[in-house]
C-alpha cells in the first residue's frame, strides 16, 4: 500500500526559507519520477517540481530559481528546499510519485496529509 508523509512545512516571513521532506514507501517499483504538488487557498493542486530516475529536474516558472528539488536516495526522502519564499507560495504542499509534473492540475487519487506552507509579507 503506497503511503506519502510530508512534513518541514511552517510559517514564515517572506524572504525566509524551509525544506519540505517526503517519505514515500509502498511502491512496486522505482518510479520514473517524484514530484511536488501545491495548492494553495481556492486554486487547483499544480505540479511545481519533478525529479526523474536519472536526476534530471524540472520547475515551474513560478519557482524556478527559488526552489530545489533533491533526493537523499539511501533514505528515500524526497526534499523540497525553499528559498526566498514570498506570500503566493502560501499552499499546502503534496509530493507524489509520476505525478506533479510542473505545469500540470491534479485532483482525485491517494494524496498524503500535506504539509502547511505560510508565508507572511
Known amino acids: 500500500q503506497v503511503q506519502l508523509v510530508e512534513s518541514g512545512g511552517g510559517s514564515v516571513q517572506a524572504g525566509g526559507s524551509l525544506r519540505l521532506s517526503c517519505v514515500a514507501s509502498g511502491y512496486t517499483h522505482s518510479p520514473y519520477y517524484m514530484g511536488w504538488c501545491r495548492q494553495g487557498p481556492g486554486k487547483e493542486r499544480e505540479g511545481i517540481a519533478a525529479?526523474?530516475?536519472?536526476?534530471?529536474?524540472t520547475y515551474a516558472d513560478s519557482v524556478k530559481g527559488r526552489f530545489t528539488i533533491s533526493q537523499d536516495n539511501a533514505r528515500n526522502i524526497l526534499y523540497l528546499h525553499m528559498n526566498s519564499l514570498k506570500a503566493e507560495d502560501t499552499a499546502m504542499y503534496y509530493c507524489a510519485a509520476e505525478r506533479c509534473w510542473p505545469g500540470s492540475t491534479y485532483s482525485g487519487g491517494y494524496w498524503g496529509q500535506g504539509t502547511q506552507v505560510t508565508v507572511s509579507s
Open positions: 525529479l526523474d530516475m536519472d536526476g534530471r529536474k
